[in-house]
């Protein structure tokens, strides 16, 4: 699958994404979420980096799916979601 990047102006909080594409006449709608989640809010935030993220990941919403975890920095992680719908989209794309 080919990828583009899209940038998306630095906001703090999650950001709702909607993206309309239109690949050869077909017109599909993707949504993606883009949440920060903050080293303080682990509950053992001493512990590995990874424990961490997967401890905060087993609370997220079942309607989304983990798409991309971005650079970490000495606050947070930026991680991207998929809804699952989307995810049925670029499957069938795929097949």
């Known amino acids: ?14 950001q709702e ?7 050869n006449g077909i017109k599909q709608n993707l949504f993606y979420r883009v ?5 303080e809010d682990c509950s053992n935030p001493v512990a590995h980096r990874a424990d961490c993220i997967s401890e905060m990941l087993a609370h997220h919403d079942p309607d989304w799916t983990v798409y991309y975890i971005g ?3 000495d606050e947070f ?7 699952k719908e989307s995810r049925t989209v670029l499957r069938e794309v795929l097949a």
Do not use: R
Not at 1 to 14: D, E, F, N, T, V
Not at 17 to 23: L, M, P, Q, S
Not at 77 to 83: M, S
């Open 71 to 73: 650079a970490p920095n």
């Open 35 to 39: 949440e920060l989640f903050y080293w």
């Open 17 to 23: 994404i909607k993206v309309e594409v239109t690949i």
């Open 77 to 83: 992680v930026p991680i991207t979601f998929v809804k």
């Open 1 to 14: 699958m080919s990828h583009i990047a899209i940038p998306i102006p630095p906001l703090h909080g999650k």
